[in-house]
């Protein structure tokens, strides 16, 4: 499997980080070229654009999205257009669970599957093994 991963800050970088070592194959995407080299360095895959990141995963597609809950819906307006029925984008961002039933309403029109995947633990915990607590349909997860 190949997971997509959008947001390299302390939480995405760390997250990152552990899949890797874990054994995930990885292709790292952020607005912010440095931590994307940095995630490079620790071997994941670049994706330097969100439409290059969608390309460089097999179907059905699985994107995590890890930046703060402000940011999800300008995230998902930029990247719902690049998916397919079938795909699966997880918001890892702690968002409000009211914002997280309306987007999992929204890409379920399209096909699309949401899982809301609030992870807590801050930077040590995403490093060693985070709390993770999932909302979403039984059978996606």
């Not at 070229?33 to 360095?41: H, I, R």
Request: glycine share 12%.
């Amino acid at each position: 499997m190949i997971l997509g991963y959008i947001g390299l800050g302390k939480m995405g970088a760390n997250m990152v980080e552990l899949l890797l070592e874990k054994g995930y194959e990885v292709v790292a995407f952020d607005r912010n070229t440095d931590a994307v080299k940095a995630a490079g360095n620790k071997g994941a895959q670049i994706a330097s654009t969100l439409p290059a990141l969608v390309a460089s995963l097999s179907l059905p597609r699985l994107v995590w999205i890890m930046v703060p809950h402000e940011a999800v819906d300008a995230v998902l307006k930029e990247l719902t257009p690049l998916l397919n029925i079938g795909d699966v984008v997880i918001d890892g961002g702690n968002s409000p669970y009211k914002d997280s039933i309306q987007r999992a309403k929204a890409l379920e029109s399209k096909g699309i599957e949401f899982l809301d995947a609030g992870v807590s633990g801050g930077p040590a915990g995403a490093r060693n093994g985070a709390c993770i607590m999932v909302g979403g349909q039984k059978d996606v997860f």
